[in-house]
């Protein structure tokens, strides 16, 4: 009899056993691990580099004792250079500084003046030397990679000199642009820019045979237009 219980608890605990097996388990799955990519920021260093075209629209005039006002020829160039700025990104809004410096080929070239009797007086020289540089500010709109911005600030440089006085000094600049982040840290820009710069000497006075005449030279001023590449000193 003992012999029956004991075969009977026996069979009893390997039923419940293999009962227990097929039951669903009460542990929770475990939970997939996804590696997360994250968001593009427009914020960081950067520096890069630019290049395109400018036209100079100021125009250096003459008086001239029966002439009248007599002005050169403006012309535009090639510009190109480079640039270094920061960036700091709030949600959709980005704020930053950037500073550049640049080749600028906007001298006057031909310009003369032809008195009545008889002098032949030049009063424009082209300079191989031009240049400009800004300091300015930057606030924009951010969509993903996007970047559409205004910027200005300060503008300084040498980007046409006079014969009679009249090479440029600091003054300001105003312009906008679209920037696009093809990589998480290379970009891509155009940008314009309206640059006013003041000049250091205004006025000259010309005494030709028998002619009177006065320079007049306004604030040197030009447009540039120009395509540049940054490379941007974070991950992200």
């Known amino acids: 009899m003992k012999k029956v219980l004991l075969s009977s608890v026996a069979l ?11 039951l669903p ?5 475990p939970v997939p691990v996804v590696a997360v ?13 630019n290049a395109g075209y400018g036209w100079n629209t100021s125009n250096d005039k003459v008086f001239v004792n029966g002439l009248g006002l007599v002005g050169g ?10 640039q270094i700025g920061y960036n700091y990104q709030m949600g959709m809004f980005v704020v930053g500084v ?4 640049q080749y600028a080929d906007l001298g006057g070239r031909d310009n003369s003046v032809l008195f009545l009797n008889p002098a032949l007086v030049g009063f424009r020289k082209n300079s191989s030397d031009n240049y400009f ?33 009249g090479s440029s000094n600091g003054g300001w600049t105003l312009g906008g642009g679209v920037e696009y982040a093809f990589t ?21 006075v010309i005494l030709g045979l028998n002619n009177l005449g006065a320079v007049n ?10 395509v540049g590449v940054n490379y941007k000193f974070n991950s992200y």
């Open 12 to 22: 009893l605990s390997l039923t419940a056993g293999a009962m227990a097996a097929d």
């Open 98 to 101: 950037e500073t550049d410096l």
């Open 37 to 49: 990519v994250p968001a593009f920021s427009w914020t960081g260093f950067y520096l890069g580099a």
């Open 217 to 226: 030279n306004k604030n040197n001023e030009f447009g540039v237009v120009r």
């Open 184 to 204: 998480n840290n290379l970009t891509a820009k155009v940008e314009g820019l309206y640059v006013n710069l003041d000049r250091k000497s205004n006025n000259a």
């Open 133 to 165: 540089g800004t300091v300015r500010a930057r606030a924009g709109v951010a969509f993903d990679r996007a970047l559409v911005y205004a910027t200005g600030g300060f503008a300084y440089g040498d980007v046409g000199g006079n014969s009679f006085g």
């Open 73 to 82: 020829n403006n012309r535009g160039g090639f510009v190109g250079g480079g």
């Open 25 to 29: 388990s009460r542990r929770a799955a």
